[in-house]
């Protein structure tokens, strides 16, 4: 029948297209590069984006992978725009961008053609609603947080506030989820919050956050001093109220919800995600890492929070000070962008 040899005809040249295509030996590296740290979706993702845009480049001016320049990324996505879902759009971008990290770490590559690009892409800021700290912020409030505790040291209430502001930035966990955690639920010796079907958790058991190392330590010290049964709930208060608690220490302050620290994880982590890949190649700009740790059904969602990473924090230093606890003076947060008007994101996942 004329449709089905028609069919045939097709699925023989795609694959004699693919056999074609894996004689690349720059992607063939960087697919051998991907398996070792990533799951075989991504892997076919991202190296099947390469072979797609090889494929661009060849046919609009013969020109290679490392001749690539900014215009010519621009170019292709631009011409996808209409054909591709924001979130395949999205693991487009991050493959793509991945794959000329790979190029300058390994191979050498002298210039990168992605930053003119990725400008080309900023969220429209026209209609911002909502407040996010930057690092540098983030760390004054910890300083005010230290201070409302030894104001009145015995006081439960300061220092379970304390405990659940760290253990926010320093998981990223929804509020709902986060307010019925139980100590059953923290694995202490990896640091990962173990989330099951006691809990309201929208992605089920593949959602398991990571707490930073400083947010675990506040948690363990406020255990040891008001323990907590295992199987019961580790707060006090409710959503209600810790929505008001939060509400009267914050005033004064940029005007954050509990999903502005949910916000604040997910930059950091994009920001740096090697104190967090143990045993793995640490690599920055990874989205699909970040969606992991958010547990974020789309990576058009995570895109959200990873492209104004750079904003919330540009320094190492604050980096290290926000996951692992060290103190920086206060004297030298106010000369930063601590006192600077907060920075503010588009919609709430």
């Given at each position: 029948?004329?449709?089905?040899?028609?069919?045939?005809?097709?699925?023989?040249?795609?694959?004699?297209?693919?056999?074609?295509?894996?004689?690349?030996?720059?992607?063939?590296?960087?697919?051998?590069?991907?398996?070792?740290?990533?799951?075989?979706?991504?892997?076919?993702?991202?190296?099947?984006?390469?072979?797609?845009?090889?494929?661009?480049?060849?046919?609009?001016?013969?020109?290679?992978l490392r001749q690539a320049k900014a215009a010519d990324i621009l170019g292709w996505f631009g011409k996808l725009n209409d054909r591709v879902g924001k979130a395949r759009?999205?693991?487009?971008?991050?493959?793509?961008?991945?794959?000329?990290?790979?190029?300058?770490?390994?191979?050498?590559?002298?210039?990168?053609?992605?930053?003119?690009?990725?400008?080309?892409?900023?969220?429209?800021?026209?209609?911002?609603?909502?407040?996010?700290?930057?690092?540098?912020?983030?760390?004054?409030?910890?300083?005010?947080?230290?201070?409302?505790?030894?104001?009145?040291?015995?006081?439960?209430?300061?220092?379970?506030?304390?405990?659940?502001?760290?253990?926010?930035?320093?998981?990223?966990?929804?509020?709902?989820?986060?307010?019925?955690?139980?100590?059953?639920?923290?694995?202490?010796?990896?640091?990962?919050?173990?989330?099951?079907?006691?809990?309201?958790?929208?992605?089920?058991?593949?959602?398991?956050?990571?707490?930073?190392?400083?947010?675990?330590?506040?948690?363990?010290?406020y255990l040891e001093r008001w323990p907590v049964p295992k199987h019961e709930r580790l707060w006090t208060t409710n959503k209600g109220k810790f929505d008001k608690h939060?509400?009267?220490?914050?005033?004064?302050?940029?005007?954050?919800?509990?999903?502005?620290?949910?916000?604040?994880?997910?930059?950091?982590?994009?920001?740096?995600?090697?104190?967090?890949?143990?045993?793995?190649?640490?690599?920055?700009?990874?989205?699909?890492?970040?969606?992991?740790?958010?547990?974020?059904?789309?990576?058009?969602?995570?895109?959200?929070?990873?492209?104004?990473?750079?904003?919330l924090c540009e320094s190492d230093e604050m980096w290290e000070a926000w996951a692992l606890g060290k103190i920086v003076p206060i004297e030298k947060l106010k000369q930063?962008?601590?006192?600077?008007?907060?920075?503010?994101?588009?919609?709430?996942?």
């Amino acid at each position: 029948m004329p449709l089905i040899d028609n069919i045939r005809k097709a699925n023989a040249a795609r694959q004699a297209n693919i056999a074609k295509r894996r004689k690349n030996p720059f992607i063939e590296e960087f697919r051998a590069y991907l398996v070792i740290n990533r799951a075989p979706a991504t892997v076919q993702k991202y190296t099947s984006t390469t072979y797609n845009f090889a494929d661009y480049l060849k046919a609009a001016g013969n020109r290679t992978l490392r001749q690539a320049k900014a215009a010519d990324i621009l170019g292709w996505f631009g011409k996808l725009n209409d054909r591709v879902g924001k979130a395949r759009m999205a693991e487009m971008r991050a493959g793509l961008h991945l794959f000329y990290d790979w190029m300058i770490d390994i191979k050498g590559l002298k210039a990168h053609p992605f930053p003119r690009f990725l400008g080309k892409f900023q969220i429209d800021h026209t209609s911002i609603t909502r407040p996010v700290p930057t690092a540098e912020q983030f760390l004054m409030l910890r300083h005010a947080l230290n201070e409302h505790v030894k104001a009145k040291p015995e006081a439960q209430p300061r220092h379970e506030l304390r405990c659940q502001i760290e253990l926010m930035a320093g998981t990223g966990i929804r509020e709902g989820v986060f307010m019925e955690l139980r100590p059953s639920h923290v694995d202490w010796s990896s640091g990962y919050i173990m989330l099951d079907d006691s809990l309201p958790n929208k992605r089920g058991h593949e959602y398991q956050p990571r707490c930073t190392p400083y947010a675990l330590v506040v948690l363990q010290r406020y255990l040891e001093r008001w323990p907590v049964p295992k199987h019961e709930r580790l707060w006090t208060t409710n959503k209600g109220k810790f929505d008001k608690h939060l509400r009267t220490f914050l005033k004064g302050w940029p005007d954050w919800t509990a999903h502005a620290f949910r916000y604040l994880y997910g930059c950091m982590n994009y920001f740096r995600s090697l104190e967090f890949r143990e045993g793995q190649p640490p690599s920055r700009h990874d989205i699909v890492f970040v969606r992991d740790m958010l547990g974020h059904a789309s990576l058009a969602t995570t895109d959200r929070y990873v492209r104004l990473a750079r904003r919330l924090c540009e320094s190492d230093e604050m980096w290290e000070a926000w996951a692992l606890g060290k103190i920086v003076p206060i004297e030298k947060l106010k000369q930063t962008r601590g006192i600077m008007p907060q920075v503010e994101l588009e919609g709430v996942a």
